[in-house]
């Protein structure tokens, strides 16, 4: 089955430092992507990419980077720590060569800044 | 941008019954639109998906109706158990092979034994 693996699974960090959330997936998919989740909203799409060492952005990308340095591995890093990005971040991969149309997602990143 | 709006934001129902989800989309580009479930600490599973070629598709209890024209759909789970209690996501996608997912902001659903 596939496989996205999120780490840590949770994570306090202080306001203006930095947080790099990390992201593997062993399933040979070309695109991964990072979510935010927020109380009362759905998921949005932060930074996504299609292949390693390019990353695009996404609907909210600002305060966040990204990095994908091979095809299995996508940070998400947050240089500055703010409050508002308090929230529970999903890693998440597809593959566009198959055919097969599924996103697969992790279990998720809670990250609480204080 | 695209915008995913879902109703209701939650249900509670006896086991047994049925319910149904809406969602409405904005872009009339949305192609293809992805249902997910999320159970608590658990990743979101997807569920059932429908193309904009299509009016309907089902997958055993799960029934998915698309309009285009109203940019509607509407997911419908017969026979409920508890362990169908969970949020449902709609989403919609640009793509066909549905990379870059606006969600919808879920529907919690408790299914009371």
């Known amino acids: 089955e596939a496989a996205v693996t999120q780490s840590p699974r949770s994570k306090v960090a202080v306001t203006g430092g930095k947080v790099t959330l990390s992201c593997h997936q062993t399933?040979?998919?070309?695109?991964m992507y990072w979510y935010r989740q927020d109380t009362g909203h759905g998921l949005r799409l932060i930074h996504y990419?299609?292949?390693?060492?390019?990353?695009e952005k996404g609907d909210i990308p600002d305060g966040y980077k990204a990095s994908r340095p091979s095809q299995e591995n996508f940070s998400l890093i947050l240089e500055l720590a703010s409050l508002s990005q308090t929230a529970v971040y999903f890693c998440a991969s597809s593959d566009t060569r198959t055919g097969d149309t599924e996103v697969f997602f992790g279990k998720g990143t809670r990250l609480t800044v204080v | 941008g695209e915008q995913v709006e879902q109703l209701p934001s939650s249900l509670i129902v006896q086991e047994g019954a049925s319910v149904l989800i809406n969602c409405s989309y904005t872009?009339?580009?949305?192609?293809?639109f992805p249902w997910y479930k999320q159970e608590p600490g658990k990743r979101l599973q997807f569920i059932i998906d429908?193309?904009?070629?299509?009016e309907r598709k089902q997958n055993q209890r799960l029934t998915l109706l698309f309009d285009k024209k109203t940019k509607h759909l509407s997911l419908h789970i017969t026979a409920t158990q508890p362990g169908d209690s969970a949020i449902y996501f709609c989403?919609?996608?640009?793509?066909?092979?549905?990379?870059?997912?606006?969600f919808g902001t879920g529907t919690s659903l408790l299914v009371d034994p």
């Open positions: 990419s299609y292949v390693a060492d390019s990353t």
């Open positions: 989403s919609a996608s640009i793509g066909n092979m549905g990379y870059k997912l606006t």
């Open positions: 429908i193309r904009s070629n299509m």
């Open positions: 399933n040979n998919h070309d695109y």
């Open positions: 872009d009339s580009a949305s192609v293809y």
